[in-house]
């Protein structure tokens, strides 16, 4: 059972595409058009937009690790709260001062 929805079973293909949880945090940051098809098609797809490329890589990070945490840490963060997580990930990439 999938951790993020709790709704359906926990593929690959539901966790960083289907997952109305995810689908939600992609909808947010205007994502979610390049999940409608399988996760490295949309990868592919945006090679020549660095940076919608980057942002959807590390939301697919974000949900990953989220996934991780609510399994191993028992705590589970808002959409909001992930949301600003990639947003601090993204700021901090094109920062040469940051550590990521
Ligand atoms: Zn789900």
């Not at 947010?28 to 990868?43: H, L, V």
């Not at 974000?62 to 601090?88: G, M």
Request: aromatic residues 6%; proline residues 3%.
């Amino acid at each position: 059972m999938c951790v993020m929805c709790r709704q359906d079973a926990e593929t690959a293909r539901h966790m960083v595409g289907q997952c109305p949880f995810a689908v939600e945090i992609y909808r947010r940051i205007d994502m979610a058009t390049e999940m409608r098809t399988q996760p490295i098609d949309a990868i592919l797809r945006l090679e020549h937009n660095k940076k919608a490329r980057g942002t959807l890589l590390v939301t697919m990070f974000v949900i990953w690790r989220e996934r991780c945490t609510r399994i191993f840490r028992d705590t589970d963060k808002t959409h909001e709260q992930l949301i600003e997580e990639v947003a601090q990930l993204l700021h901090r990439r094109s920062d040469p001062a940051g550590e990521f």
